[in-house]
């Protein structure tokens, strides 16, 4: 007979898989997300893990990705928008400058 040896450490296996239920619950439809991709990238100087996860509810993924791509646009029009009055900016203080001299 086997004993179970996750009993020797109750809760820290269950508590971590927790977490990631608890971070992977759809937000529309409450229904817990699948992870579809693993991927790593090192931004600075640390390896971030990212997990794609998909909704399993696929109607509700598409409103989802509908969602997230105005979410998106709206950013880069955000972004485009700042950096346009950073190079704005940029551009009246080299003409003051200019000026006195
Ligand atoms: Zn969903």
Not at 13 to 20: A, Q
Not at 49 to 68: A, F, N, R, S
């Amino acid at each position: 007979m086997t004993t179970a040896k996750e009993e020797d450490n109750p809760g820290a296996g269950n508590l971590s898989k927790m977490i990631n239920t608890l971070t992977n619950i759809c937000c529309r439809c409450g229904k817990v997300r699948v992870a579809v991709k693993t991927y790593q990238e090192v931004i600075g100087n640390s390896l971030v893990t990212t997990v794609l996860t998909t909704c399993p509810d696929h109607k509700c993924q598409v409103e989802l990705d509908k969602q997230l791509a105005k979410e998106q646009k709206y950013r880069d029009e955000l972004k485009v928008a700042s950096e346009k009055r950073d190079l704005e900016a940029k551009k009246r203080k080299a003409e003051k400058q200019t000026e006195k001299n």
